[in-house]
């Protein structure tokens, strides 16, 4: 199902959306459903966060003077951004990177520099509300996991993010999936979480003690420094400790979209990021899927491991700052209901 929150007139507005990583940020400025300019800008050349939103709206001025309208014709402008943010005060509480911009209040410096309606939103539920709304699999129930160092997370319900009274909601990285006394540490302190078995590090790990507690030649054993990259590309070779580490990742992995099954029953399940064995591209990446479906599916209702789709997500970088635009649309449809067709 298409969601249906977009003003439909003759003369679409202009909403701009961008997501702020700690390496680049992605802009994005959208008329209805088309992308009409993009930029990406680095990081590191941006100390505060002013610095990226002014260079931002220099873009956004320029792209619209390309398109025969002034920055008047802008409606409003998201931002998505990784970490742990304060929904009251879009306040970055806490992130992994960009640590000096903790505490800061990027609503209000972000509405100071482009003087417009702006929304704020967490860069995994800008990724899942992206391809929610722009994607391969349009649905207003989805959710979304990235794969890459670390396991982020997405829900949508109703064509909305779940944020969460914490700013918590989605994080599926840290669901628990191992209780045994021997369950691995994850990044965050705690022990058993998804994302250490799944996530980059957990990958390798898993790989790294098939080698140690077997005689079987593998490929994997001659490398000095394992990623998952090298491991995907062994599986592909046939290299048997390589394609179980795949199997094994898929089944931690089905057991998490299990849980989330359960507690938020999206229709569609949809993996982004790095780390996903060559996707739907590779025949490594394809039994990757099946295995997270096949495990799903044995700890899941009839009603929902027999419904519940999986699969790769279609629109990669993109999404979180498509996500965000369509988060500053969406708040701003819910402020003035007569530029909704819902």
Same mark, same amino acid.
């Given at each position: 199902m298409k969601p249906t929150n977009y003003c439909t007139s003759e003369s679409p507005s202009f909403v701009m959306g961008i997501d702020l990583g700690g390496t680049s940020v992605k802009l994005g400025l959208l008329r209805g459903e088309e992308l009409v300019a993009r930029d990406q800008i680095s990081t590191a050349h941006c100390d505060e966060p002013s610095d990226v939103f002014r260079r931002a709206?220099?873009?956004?001025?320029?792209?619209?003077?390309?398109?025969?309208?002034?920055?008047?014709? #802008?409606?409003?402008?998201?931002?998505?951004?990784?970490?742990?943010?304060?929904?009251?005060?879009?306040? #970055?509480?806490?992130?992994?990177?960009?640590?000096?911009?903790?505490?800061?209040?990027?609503?209000?410096?972000?509405?100071? !520099?482009?003087?417009?309606?702006?929304?704020?939103?967490?860069?995994?539920?800008?990724?899942?509300? +992206?391809?929610?709304?722009?994607?391969?699999?349009?649905t207003d129930s989805l959710s979304f996991l990235t794969l890459g160092t670390g396991i982020g997370g997405g829900i949508i319900v109703a064509g909305r993010a779940i944020n969460g009274s914490h700013g918590c909601g989605g994080e599926i990285g840290h669901v628990t999936i191992e209780h045994g006394p021997d369950a691995r540490q994850c990044g965050c302190g705690r022990a058993g979480h998804l994302e250490a078995y799944a996530g980059a590090a957990g990958i390798v790990k898993t790989a790294l003690e098939q080698l140690e507690a077997t005689d079987q030649p593998s490929s994997l054993g001659a490398v000095d420094e394992l990623t998952p990259e090298i491991i995907s590309a062994a599986a592909e070779c046939g290299d048997a400790i390589a394609m179980e580490t795949v199997r094994r990742t898929g089944v931690h992995? +089905?057991?998490?979209?299990?849980? #989330?099954?359960?507690?938020?029953?999206?229709?569609?399940?949809?993996?982004? +990021?790095? !780390?996903?064995?060559?996707?739907?591209?590779?025949?490594?990446?394809?039994?990757? #899927?099946?295995?997270?479906?096949?495990?799903?599916?044995?700890?899941?209702?009839?009603?929902?491991?027999?419904? $519940?789709?999986?699969?790769?997500?279609?629109?990669?970088?993109?999404? +979180?700052? $498509?996500?965000a635009a369509q988060h500053a649309r969406q708040l701003t449809h819910q402020a003035d209901p007569s530029c909704s067709n819902e």
């Open positions: 709206r220099e873009f956004s001025v320029a792209a619209l003077h390309r398109h025969g309208a002034t920055f008047d014709a #802008l409606e409003s402008v998201g931002l998505a951004m990784a970490g742990v943010i304060d929904e009251a005060t879009a306040t #970055l509480m806490e992130t992994a990177n960009l640590h000096a911009w903790h505490g800061i209040g990027f609503h209000q410096e972000l509405a100071r !520099v482009f003087q417009k309606p702006v929304a704020v939103i967490n860069d995994a539920n800008a990724a899942a509300l +992206g391809e929610s709304s722009f994607g391969e699999h349009r992995l +089905g057991r998490a979209i299990a849980m #989330l099954a359960h507690i938020a029953d999206p229709a569609v399940v949809l993996l982004g +990021g790095a !780390v996903n064995f060559g996707g739907n591209q590779t025949r490594t990446g394809r039994a990757f #899927l099946r295995t997270i479906r096949s495990e799903m599916v044995r700890l899941s209702l009839v009603q929902t491991g027999e419904t $519940l789709k999986i699969d790769f997500a279609t629109l990669g970088n993109d999404a +979180g700052m $498509l996500g």
